[in-house]
């Protein structure tokens, strides 16, 4: 499918806040005209720094937190973690009433939310497809 859109995709690792950096110089020398950040724990707590390196850089990321647009990132595309925790307090709530953990159906969170973030769009001088806005369970001028 990269082929068929002329698209290439790299992978790039990082593990400390040094290697963001690296490799967001790669990205630079590769000319990369986006990034996906993946939604592992240490770029949830590094997302400052991604989102400042990304601005800097000019380079449109998208993550899968609204936490991450929030800060100023582009957009987000992934589950609704207020959904989330909203059904962890359902379940706690029950065995603390006494059911059996066991015998509790398991939950998944189903709902999924896209939020971009239009200030960013903007600088980057990026124009959001009409359609994809109206798609956007929430776009936002502002940086929170």
Same mark, same amino acid.
């Given at each position: ?63 899968? *937190? ?10 987000? *595309? ?47 001088? !990026?124009?959001?497809?009409?359609? !994809? !806005? ?11």
């Amino acid at each position: 499918m990269q082929r068929a859109l002329g698209l290439h995709a790299y992978i790039l690792r990082a593990s400390t806040p040094s290697e963001i950096d690296a490799a967001f110089d790669a990205i630079v020398d590769r000319r990369a005209e986006g990034l996906i950040v993946s939604g592992d724990p240490f770029f949830t707590n590094r997302r400052n720094q991604l989102i400042a390196l990304a601005a800097s850089h000019a380079v449109p990321a998208v993550n899968n *937190y609204h936490e991450f647009v929030a800060g100023g990132g582009l957009m987000s *595309y992934g589950a609704d973690l207020a959904e989330g925790y909203h059904q962890l307090g359902i379940s706690t709530a029950k065995i603390l009433k006494g059911a059996k953990p066991a015998e509790l159906p398991v939950q998944q969170i189903v709902k999924l939310e896209l939020v971009i973030n239009l200030k960013t769009a903007k600088a980057l001088r !990026l124009t959001i497809p009409q359609l !994809l !806005l109206g798609r956007a369970d929430e776009s936002s001028n502002e940086a929170t």
